[in-house]
């Protein structure tokens, strides 16, 4: 019996795996498709009304002013306090003078006036019923030093 190696024909092929590099393009596909933003063709354009000079006439009702110092005055008149008591009894006051048994709450803050000074109001109106609610923001108040220099 004579046992005979197998001859070795040439080179054997190079296997190139291809599973790991579809992984990387996958993860490259998933990468750049999250991190792109996408623009809407179909979004909603809004019109914006442009500031005019004129004043709307105020709507009736409780009108609460809040200052950029956090004063408040209820129909006018000034709060000695800005305290959450002197706050209450000014809007019980009003709201017990009002004609209108469920009267609106106008509250015109003014642009540099702090939230919390807003919040308080919405508060207290909260805690007397006063369910009817509508908050405005007016422009900042002039510094003194541009009063003097309009003179």
């Not at 623009?39 to 009702?61: C, M, Q, T």
């Amino acid at each position: 019996m004579k046992f005979t190696r197998a001859r070795r024909s040439g080179r054997g092929f190079a296997v190139v795996e291809i599973t790991p590099l579809i992984d990387v393009i996958f993860l490259l596909l998933i990468f750049f498709v999250v991190s792109t933003t996408f623009v809407r063709s179909s979004a909603i354009e809004v019109d914006l009304p442009d500031a005019s000079g004129a004043v709307d006439p105020a709507p009736v009702g409780i009108e609460v002013r809040v200052s950029a110092t956090g004063d408040y005055a209820v129909n006018g008149q000034t709060l000695p306090d800005t305290g959450r008591a002197d706050l209450l009894r000014g809007l019980a006051r009003a709201r017990d003078q009002s004609a209108d048994s469920e009267p609106l709450l106008v509250i015109a803050a003014d642009a540099n006036a702090r939230h919390e000074t807003v919040v308080r109001v919405m508060d207290a109106a909260r805690e007397l019923g006063l369910t009817k609610l509508s908050v405005l923001t007016e422009a900042p108040s002039p510094a003194p030093d541009d009063e003097a220099d309009d003179g």
